[in-house]
């Protein structure tokens, strides 16, 4: 079983592996937020859940629990199945990681959480 994030993301092998890590860097540098495994998967939290990543064999999903009210910050993103606002980007390769959309993406979900409160509650 999983213990961390860092864990985790060592677990990961290939091009998922160096993604995971490439994403994992810039979601720290975008701050704010802070990471636990919850449901097999690294999630980043601030006032409640944010966004996610989770680790495919040739992708990784990076997922927003208020995603769906983000789609016109990133054309990447798309919404989930079923009910709730997730969206999700697939990162497919190192250089789809850009640090200053992440820290945009990480802002405007830390923003929606601070007026709409946890998404998860």
């Given amino acids: 079983m999983t213990k961390t994030v860092e864990d985790y993301i060592a677990g990961l092998s290939g091009v998922p592996g160096d993604v995971a890590k490439r994403l994992h860097a810039a979601l720290d540098a975008a701050g704010g937020l802070t ?15 944010v966004c996610l990543l989770k680790g495919a064999k040739d992708h990784v999903t990076f997922g927003f629990w208020r995603g769906a009210e983000m789609l016109d910050l990133d054309a990447r993103l798309e919404k989930g199945g079923g009910k709730g606002d997730m969206a999700f980007i ?8 850009d640090d200053a959309q992440v820290a945009r993406l990480v802002a405007k979900g830390i923003e929606l959480n601070r007026l709409k409160g946890d998404p998860l509650k």
Avoid: E, F, S
């Avoid at 999630?43 to 409640?48: E, H, I, K, P």
């Avoid at 697939?90 to 990681?97: M, S």
């Fill in 35 to 49: 990471d636990i495994v919850k449901w097999g998967h690294p999630v980043y939290q601030a006032g409640g859940a």
């Fill in 90 to 97: 697939r990162l497919r390769k190192v250089d789809d990681v």
